[in-house]
C-alpha cells in the first residue's frame, strides 16, 4: 500500500489505524464508511423459514457470511453449545459458504449440535432470513468493518458481536447492540444468553441501530464521502 497511490480511502477508523502503522502519512487516508442500499435488506418477511424450520418455540440465532478463517465461526457453534448448556433452546442459522464449511460440519458433529446448527448454504433472499432470526450473531477476529451488521441494523435485527477490527464503530455496546471479546466463545455465550433475557432492550438497541445506520451507512452516504475526497483532490492538484 505504501507506493503507487496519492491518497488511501480507507473504510473504517480502524483501517486507517493500521495504514498509518504500516507508513502512510495520516493527511494521506480519509475515512469514508462502507454502506448499502437500504431497500436490499428491509422489508423481509421470515413465514417461509419459519415453517419450514421453526419448531418447538426456539430462539433462532442468524450469521451470513462467506466461511473464512477470520470469520471464526467456530467460535459461534461453540457458543451455541454453551448457551444450549445452560438450559436455553436455541437453534444456530449459518448462510453462506466457503473453504472452511467441511471443517465446521465435522466441529458441529463432533460437539453433538447436528440438529441445531443448521447450514443453509449460499442464500439470495436476504432480507426474509434477516426477518427470520431473532438475534444476529457475527464472532469474527478480524474484520475492517463488517457490513453484514450493517445489514442487520437495516432490517431492525438485534445484534451481539465480536471487538474484531472496526466493528466497534458499528456496535456501541449497550447502544447499537451488545459487544463481546473476540476468541471467546464463552464471551460470545454470554451475550447472546444476556440478548435472549432482555428482548425489549435488544428491540430498542435495533431502533437506535437502525437509526444510526441511516445516518451514516447508506449506500448515497458512502458515494458521497467517496465524491468529496475526489474533489479535495482534484482541487488540491490543480
Avoid at 4 to 31: F, M, R, W
Avoid at 201 to 212: G, N, S, V
Wanted: hydrophobic share 40%.
Amino acid at each position: 500500500y505504501i507506493k503507487g497511490a496519492d491518497h488511501y480511502i480507507a473504510i473504517s477508523n480502524k483501517i486507517k489505524q493500521i495504514l498509518i502503522e504500516c507508513g502512510i502519512p495520516e493527511n494521506k487516508v480519509t475515512v469514508v464508511y462502507s454502506g448499502i442500499d437500504p431497500e436490499r435488506v428491509t422489508g423481509g418477511n421470515g413465514k417461509f423459514f419459519l415453517k419450514t424450520y421453526k419448531k418447538n418455540n426456539e430462539f433462532i440465532i442468524g450469521n451470513i457470511s462467506y466461511f473464512a478463517d477470520h470469520k471464526a465461526h467456530e467460535d459461534l457453534i461453540k457458543a451455541t453449545k454453551i448457551v444450549k448448556e445452560n438450559g436455553y433452546k436455541v437453534k444456530l442459522f449459518l448462510a453462506g459458504y466457503g473453504e472452511r464449511e467441511k471443517f465446521l460440519k465435522k466441529l458441529v458433529e463432533e460437539i453433538g449440535l447436528e440438529k441445531d446448527v443448521i447450514f443453509l448454504g449460499f442464500v439470495e433472499n436476504v432480507k426474509d432470513l434477516l426477518a427470520f432470526f431473532d438475534l444476529f450473531v457475527v464472532s469474527s477476529r478480524e474484520e475492517g468493518l463488517c457490513s453484514s451488521i450493517i445489514d442487520a441494523f437495516f432490517a431492525g435485527c438485534p445484534v451481539v458481536a465480536t471487538d474484531a477490527g472496526g466493528i466497534p464503530e458499528l456496535v456501541k455496546n449497550g447502544e447499537t447492540g451488545i459487544l463481546v471479546c473476540k476468541g471467546d466463545p464463552f464471551s460470545l455465550a454470554n451475550g447472546i444468553v444476556w440478548a435472549m433475557e432482555n428482548p425489549h432492550l435488544m428491540k430498542e438497541m435495533a431502533e437506535r441501530a437502525k437509526e444510526f445506520a441511516y445516518e451514516r451507512f447508506t449506500a448515497e452516504k458512502m458515494v458521497e464521502g467517496n465524491l468529496e475526497v475526489y474533489k479535495k483532490l482534484l482541487f488540491y492538484n490543480r
